[in-house]
């Protein structure tokens, strides 16, 4: 997906971000909040919108997810992928639909549950998130020989 394709970033956005090494989605995600306050400074654009730009970026990730369903995602307080991995699809669902019912211009069509479930559940493969059952990993043992230095309170 193209820059441009982000609700509320213009044509003349998406050129003066390009001109700062910004052309792909990509590019735009790789930024840290500092990159962001930079970024937002030099063209001209407050840095809670850069970083809006970003949360749909990142949301647009997710198979099936357009820039409209981004923009509604965002806009019930879901940023990140990792974020939606960790939501009910259920309450997903129900949010949506009371955004649409406010604002009617937000959502031309609102998803299904099927829809939400398989967003999360590629939102959970993207963001890496363990399943519930996952053991956590071991901790790594001690080396032979070796004990807890400075608990006796002296060395030998």
């Not at 998406?14 to 990159?35: H, N, P, R, T, V």
């Not at 962001?36 to 919108?49: D, E, H, M």
């Not at 993207?126 to 070796?146: C, H, I, M, N, Q």
Request: proline share 4%; hydrophobic share 35%.
């Amino acid at each position: 997906m193209k820059l441009i394709e982000i609700i509320g970033l213009e044509e003349k956005h998406a050129q003066l971000l390009g001109k700062a090494g910004i052309k792909e989605l990509e590019d735009l995600l790789a930024l840290s909040y500092y990159q962001i306050k930079q970024l937002a400074r030099s063209i001209g654009v407050t840095v809670n919108r850069l970083d809006t730009w970003q949360e749909h970026a990142d949301l647009m990730r997710i198979g099936g997810v357009n820039p409209e369903i981004a923009n509604a995602l965002n806009l019930i307080g879901i940023d990140s992928v990792k974020e939606f991995a960790y939501r009910n699809s259920k309450n997903t669902v129900e949010k949506l639909k009371q955004l649409k019912k406010d604002n009617p211009k937000v959502l031309t069509k609102l998803p299904t549950l099927k829809n939400v479930e398989e967003w999360t559940k590629s939102a959970k493969n993207l963001a890496e998130v363990p399943k519930k059952d996952a053991k956590p990993k071991k901790k790594p043992s001690r080396a032979k020989g070796f004990s807890s230095i400075g608990t006796s309170g002296s060395c030998k």
